[in-house]
């Protein structure tokens, strides 16, 4: 028999991300916001680190975003972490590091 795969809010996440990879079809990537209460920010970025999707909010196995969210948009003091998870091929390197420049307003060092 085969095992089912136990359900992880990673897994969920990847879903999303796929689906907005797929109606985004000039997308590079997706940026992802984390709030401290469990509700996620993504939207699809170009080449050139402009939106190509909408931003979508979303909690993981609930109907709609949490009440808070709802109150203050998913107010950036409340991130726990933000990335951009990249399609295949992947941007060159120097690439990725000017859209995440622009998009999220870091300089991330470990890409080399």
């Not at 359900?7 to 879903?15: D, F, S, V």
């Not at 709609?64 to 941007?91: V, Y």
Request: aromatic share 4%; proline share 4%; glycine share 8%.
């Amino acid at each position: 028999m085969a095992k089912k795969s136990k359900w992880t809010p990673e897994k969920g996440e990847q879903a999303m991300i796929a689906g907005i990879v797929e109606g985004s079809p000039e997308a590079v990537g997706v940026a992802v916001i984390r709030l401290d209460c469990g509700c996620r920010k993504m939207a699809a970025v170009d080449k050139n680190g402009e939106p190509a999707s909408k931003i979508i909010m979303y909690r993981d196995r609930a109907e709609s975003i949490c009440d808070l969210c709802k109150k203050d948009n998913g107010a950036f003091h409340r991130m726990t972490e933000q990335f951009i998870s990249w399609t295949q091929p992947e941007p060159a390197d120097e690439d990725k590091k000017r859209i995440i420049a622009k998009v999220l307003g870091v300089v991330d060092e470990t890409i080399h």
